[in-house]
C-alpha cells in the first residue's frame, strides 16, 4: 500500500508542478512581485530591498514574500522561479500527511485519506500560486504531524519536549506565511497546554520520587524572542508610511491670474508615494487648494480648460515654510502638455523640499526631515517593544506560578511561553499595521456557516454544479461525521479506551476552538469571517479528523468496518470524479479572469514588431500585464484606462470593446485585444 501512496504523491507532485510552470500569472501574485520582489525596476509602489517588510497592504505573506524574493535572485522571474517556495510547501505537505496517515490502524484508510488530501482543485491551486496559502499548509500539515506524536507521552510519561518544540516551531512558520492561520495556531496551542498539563499530572502522581527533568537545563525561551523583536519590530515600523503625519509638511498650491469661475473649472490633484491620485480641495473664496492634514505627496498635477491656462500667470506652491513661485509659461519647474481642450501642468523634481535618505520616503517632496522620521520610528518602536515586554514578563510570572503549583512542567512551559513570544514579535506589529489600515477586509459578515464553512465548500467545486444543494448536502455530510465520532467517542468510553481516540478528539477540539475564536473576533473586534482562500485550511483539518474517525468507527465491529469503508470509498470516488472533471493547468478558479492574459501579451509582440509601444488595459488587469511587459523584450508600457493619453492597444472585456476594433479574442476570459 505504501507504494500506491507513493505513485499517488509523485503523481499529485507532478501535476502541481505542471501548474506552476503552465498556469499564467494571477492579480495577487503580480501585485505582490511589483510591490516586494522585483525591486530593480522603478515603480508605482517605490519599491526597495526592505519592502519585504512593508505591511501598508495585506497582499504580503512575509516568509512566502522572503522565499520568494530569495527564488527570484537565484532562478530569475518565470513563473516557476517565484511559485518554487509553494510547490516546496506541497512537498512539505505530501510527506507529513503520508506520516500522519500511518497512525492509522488500516492502511486502506490511510490511502483514501491521502487521496482525498490531494484531489480537492481548489486546494492544489495555492501550491501553486506565489502566495502564501499553500506554503501555510505544507507547514500547518508538519505541525499537525508532531502535535499528534505529542498526544503520547514519552517514557517519562510526559509530553516529548522536542515533538512540541517542532509542533510550534512549524505553526509559528505556518502564520508568518498567512496570517490567516494564527486562529489554528492558538487552536493548537490551547490543546497542548491541556495535554501537557494532563501528562505532567499523570507523571506527577506516580509512585517514588518526582522531580522536574529540566530544573539543570535551562533554556533561553526568552532571550531569542526578545532580540527578534528588537530588530524586527523597528524594521516593520521604518517602513510604515503613515507612522506619524509630522513626518509630512503641508501643501498649498495657488493659481494666480485667474477669476473665480476659471478657478472653479481647474483641478489640483496630488500624487501620492505610490503614485496614486486625489483631489485637493479648494479653500472657498480663495485661490488655493491644499491637503486636509499632512499627507505624502509624490507630485502634483494641475488641470485647467486651454482658454483658461493661457491667462494663468503664476503658480505658487506652498511646502511647508518654503514658497515655490513659477511663471509656467517662462519656466521648466513644471511639465506642461495639452490633451483635447483641457492643459495639464505637472510638477518637476525642482518642486521638492529636501528628499529623505530612506529609500522608503525618497520620491516625497514635502518630508519633514529625517531627524524627525529618527525621533518618530523610535518612540513607535519604544512603545511596541514594551508592550512586547510587558507580555513576557506576564508569561514570567504566570509561569513561575503554573510551574511551582506543579500544574505544568517547566520545560514544557518554556516550550510554549517560547513560542507565544516568537508570535507576538514576528505577527504582533504587522497585524496591527494590518488593522490599522483597514486591510484585512477581505471576508464576509453573514456568519461562519454561510461565509467562512458555505465557502470553502463551494470553492471546492470550482465552478461545477452537480446540484443546485452541492453545498447544503455536503455540510450536512460533514455534520454527520462529526456525529460518528460522538457515536465512537460512546463506544470508546465504554470500553475504556478513551485514549485511543486522542487524534480524532484533538483535530475535533481545534477545529472547534478555531471556529469559535472567529466568531469571538467578529463579536469583540468587528473583524470579518474567513472566506475562501483565508479559510482554506478547514480542508486538511477536516480531513484529517474524517480518517482518524473512519479508523475508530471501523474498530467497533464488523458493521462499523464495512460503514466506515463504504464512506471513504464514496468519498474517494466522488472526489476522483470531481478532480477528473475540473483539474486543469490554465486558471486559478479564483483569479480565472487572468487567464487570458500572458496569451494577450504574447499576440501583443507579434503586432508590435519590436517598437515600442503602449498598452491600455483594464485597471484589474493591470499588475498581471506589468508582470509580462517587464519579461517581453519589446518595451511595453501598461496603463491603466480610461488616460487621458493616446496608446497603441487596447485590452478590455469584449462588452467594452467595439466589435470592429477587435483584432483577437480569448473566449476563457471573454476578453479582446483591439485597436482604439
Not at 530544573?215 to 523583536?229: E, G, I
Not at 509656467?328 to 513644471?334: F, G, H, I, K, N
Request: net charge positive; glycine share 6%; aromatic share 12%.
Amino acid at each position: 500500500m505504501k507504494y500506491v501512496v507513493r505513485g499517488a504523491g509523485v503523481f499529485f507532485l507532478l501535476f502541481v508542478g505542471l501548474r506552476a510552470a503552465r498556469v499564467p500569472f494571477t492579480y495577487d501574485e503580480a501585485a505582490s512581485y511589483i510591490r516586494y520582489i522585483d525591486t530593480s525596476v522603478p515603480s508605482v509602489f517605490d519599491t526597495n530591498l526592505l519592502s519585504v517588510f512593508n505591511f501598508e497592504v495585506a497582499t504580503n505573506h512575509v516568509l512566502n514574500t522572503a522565499l520568494t524574493k530569495l527564488s527570484y535572485t537565484v532562478a530569475g522571474a518565470s513563473e516557476l522561479a517565484l511559485r518554487l517556495p509553494n510547490v516546496f510547501g506541497y512537498v512539505l505537505y505530501l510527506g507529513f500527511a503520508a506520516l500522519t496517515l500511518r497512525r492509522l490502524s488500516d492502511p486502506r484508510f490511510a490511502l483514501g485519506a491521502f487521496l482525498l488530501l490531494n484531489l480537492n482543485p481548489y486546494l492544489l491551486d495555492f501550491f501553486a500560486l506565489s502566495r502564501g496559502y499553500g506554503l501555510s499548509l505544507g507547514l500547518l500539515m508538519g505541525s499537525l504531524f508532531f502535535f499528534l506524536r505529542c498526544l503520547e507521552p514519552s517514557i517519562t510519561g510526559r509530553i516529548d519536549r522536542r515533538d512540541l518544540l517542532y509542533s510550534l516551531a512549524l505553526a509559528c512558520a505556518a502564520v508568518m506565511a498567512n496570517f490567516a492561520l494564527l486562529n489554528v495556531y492558538i487552536s493548537m496551542l490551547c490543546v497542548l497546554v491541556f495535554a501537557a498539563a494532563f501528562f505532567y499530572g499523570h507523571a506527577a502522581r506516580r509512585p517514588g520520587p518526582h522531580r522536574d527533568l529540566d530544573v539543570a537545563h535551562p533554556t533561553h525561551a526568552f532571550l531569542w524572542p526578545a532580540l527578534a523583536a528588537l530588530i524586527f519590530i523597528p524594521i516593520v515600523l521604518s517602513q510604515d508610511i503613515a507612522l506619524s503625519q509630522s513626518l509630512y509638511e503641508p501643501v498649498l498650491v495657488r493659481l494666480i491670474g485667474l477669476d473665480d469661475n476659471a478657478l472653479g473649472r481647474a483641478r489640483v490633484v496630488r500624487i501620492d508615494i505610490h503614485g496614486r491620485e486625489s483631489l485637493l480641495g479648494r479653500t472657498a473664496g480663495s485661490a488655493g487648494w491644499s491637503s486636509n492634514g499632512r499627507s505624502h505627496f509624490r507630485g502634483v498635477r494641475i488641470e485647467l480648460p486651454r482658454e483658461e491656462a493661457e491667462r494663468l500667470t503664476r503658480v505658487e506652491a506652498i511646502v511647508g515654510a518654503r514658497a515655490f513661485s513659477f511663471d509656467p509659461r517662462l519656466t521648466d519647474a513644471w511639465v506642461v502638455r495639452d490633451a483635447g481642450d483641457t492643459r495639464f501642468l505637472e510638477s518637476t523634481p525642482g518642486l521638492s523640499l529636501r528628499r529623505s535618505r530612506v529609500s522608503t520616503f525618497h520620491s516625497v517632496i514635502n518630508w519633514a526631515g529625517d531627524r524627525i522620521y529618527a525621533i518618530q520610528l523610535m518612540m513607535a518602536s519604544g512603545s511596541a517593544l514594551g508592550i512586547f515586554a510587558m507580555c513576557a514578563l506576564l508569561l514570567r510570572l504566570v509561569g513561575r506560578i503554573v510551574v511551582r503549583t506543579r500544574m505544568i512542567g517547566r520545560g514544557e512551559w518554556r516550550a510554549l511561553v517560547s513560542s507565544v513570544l516568537w508570535v507576538a514579535a514576528l505577527a504582533g506589529t504587522p497585524l496591527y499595521l494590518l488593522k490599522r489600515n483597514s486591510e484585512l477586509y477581505f471576508g464576509g459578515t453573514r456568519g461562519l456557516v454561510d461565509d467562512t464553512f458555505a465557502s470553502v465548500i463551494a470553492n471546492s467545486f470550482y465552478g461545477k454544479i452537480y446540484s443546485s444543494a452541492q453545498t447544503v448536502i455536503v455540510f450536512t455530510g460533514l455534520l454527520g461525521i462529526v456525529a460518528i465520532f460522538f457515536v465512537v467517542l460512546a463506544f470508546a468510553h465504554r470500553r475504556h479506551r478513551l485514549s485511543t481516540i486522542a487524534p480524532a478528539g484533538s483535530l475535533l477540539a481545534i477545529l472547534v476552538i478555531t471556529s469559535s475564536s472567529l466568531a469571538a473576533q467578529r463579536v469583540l473586534f468587528g473583524t470579518v469571517y474567513l472566506v475562501g482562500r483565508t479559510a482554506l485550511f478547514y480542508i486538511p483539518l477536516f480531513v484529517l479528523f474524517f480518517a482518524f474517525v473512519c479508523d475508530h468507527l471501523a474498530q467497533t465491529g464488523r458493521a462499523g468496518r464495512i460503514v466506515a469503508m463504504s464512506i471513504v470509498v464514496a468519498a474517494v470516488s466522488l472526489a476522483a470524479v470531481h478532480f477528473s472533471r475540473t483539474a486543469n493547468i490554465k486558471y486559478v478558479y479564483d483569479w480565472k479572469d487572468d487567464a487570458s492574459t500572458k496569451s494577450m501579451m504574447e499576440d501583443l509582440r507579434q503586432f508590435a514588431a519590436g517598437r515600442p509601444l503602449t498598452l491600455g488595459v483594464a485597471p484589474g488587469f493591470v499588475p498581471v500585464a506589468v508582470y509580462y511587459a517587464r519579461r517581453s523584450s519589446t518595451p511595453i508600457e501598461v496603463v491603466a484606462v480610461p488616460v487621458n493619453r493616446a496608446v497603441d492597444f487596447l485590452y478590455l472585456e469584449d462588452r467594452d470593446v467595439h466589435a470592429g476594433n477587435i483584432i483577437s479574442r480569448y473566449s476563457l476570459t471573454h476578453t479582446a485585444l483591439a485597436i482604439p
